[in-house]
């Protein structure tokens, strides 16, 4: 089952804004890339991500999927991402953080019903999950077993790096993503294009 189908950027998150102009300024040649708006993010869609030594870049969110006719993968299973001929060679080399304000997740309600989780980190601040991305610019998700306060409502959730290693897991090694951040705030969102998200 799909996890973080959608994550939101907030117009008034100022940590990123401050990200998007910088690539803003990195896309100054492609000014498709200049169209960037912030609000909920979909697959498929174009969106800041940090890459290595802190350089801020637009990329599609939907790392290709190399088998006939399948749709780009969003999310990498942390666990064995490394071993997979997939994603081998951008976890070893090609890794990103992706910031956002939150993210969004669907708990099952049975018969083909789903509620609409909103999560953050307490206090608001921007998340930096963990992605890797192609060559051509397109990205995925890193995703771990969800924390058990969490898992009522998904077995898995994205890998939240705290701040002070986002230089290590860019430049150094992914063994830091055994420090992902599991604290977490969440509420039902009511709105599916809300721009704020509850705490509770």
């Given at each position: 089952m799909m996890v973080c189908g959608r994550y939101l950027i907030e117009d008034e998150d100022y940590e990123i804004?401050?990200?998007?102009?910088?690539?803003?300024?990195?896309?100054?040649?492609?000014?498709?890339?200049?169209?960037f708006a912030p609000g909920e993010i979909f697959p498929g869609s174009l969106a800041p991500v940090i890459t290595a030594g802190g350089a801020a870049r637009f990329m599609i969110w939907g790392f290709p999927n190399f088998a006939a006719q399948r749709r780009p993968h969003i999310n990498a299973r942390s666990e064995t991402a490394a071993t997979l001929r997939t994603f081998g060679a951008a976890m070893a080399s090609r890794r990103c953080l992706v910031p956002a304000s939150g993210y969004?997740?669907?708990?099952?309600?049975?018969?083909?019903?789903k509620e609409k989780y909103a999560f953050r980190l307490p206090g608001g601040a921007a998340l930096y999950m963990a992605g890797i991305y192609s060559p051509?610019?397109?990205?995925?998700?890193?995703?771990?077993?969800?924390?058990?306060?969490?898992?009522?409502?998904?077995?898995?959730?994205?890998?939240?790096?705290?701040?002070?290693?986002?230089?290590?897991?860019?430049?150094?090694?992914?063994?830091?993503?055994?420090?992902?951040?599991t604290q977490l705030l969440y509420a039902v969102s009511t709105n599916i294009s809300e721009k704020g998200l509850p705490g509770v």
């Amino acid at each position: 089952m799909m996890v973080c189908g959608r994550y939101l950027i907030e117009d008034e998150d100022y940590e990123i804004e401050e990200i998007i102009a910088a690539a803003k300024r990195n896309a100054q040649d492609f000014p498709q890339e200049m169209a960037f708006a912030p609000g909920e993010i979909f697959p498929g869609s174009l969106a800041p991500v940090i890459t290595a030594g802190g350089a801020a870049r637009f990329m599609i969110w939907g790392f290709p999927n190399f088998a006939a006719q399948r749709r780009p993968h969003i999310n990498a299973r942390s666990e064995t991402a490394a071993t997979l001929r997939t994603f081998g060679a951008a976890m070893a080399s090609r890794r990103c953080l992706v910031p956002a304000s939150g993210y969004y997740e669907w708990k099952s309600l049975g018969a083909k019903r789903k509620e609409k989780y909103a999560f953050r980190l307490p206090g608001g601040a921007a998340l930096y999950m963990a992605g890797i991305y192609s060559p051509d610019g397109k990205f995925a998700i890193l995703t771990r077993e969800a924390a058990p306060e969490l898992a009522e409502i998904h077995d898995r959730m994205p890998v939240i790096l705290p701040k002070e290693l986002s230089g290590a897991w860019l430049d150094e090694s992914p063994d830091v993503m055994l420090e992902a951040v599991t604290q977490l705030l969440y509420a039902v969102s009511t709105n599916i294009s809300e721009k704020g998200l509850p705490g509770v």
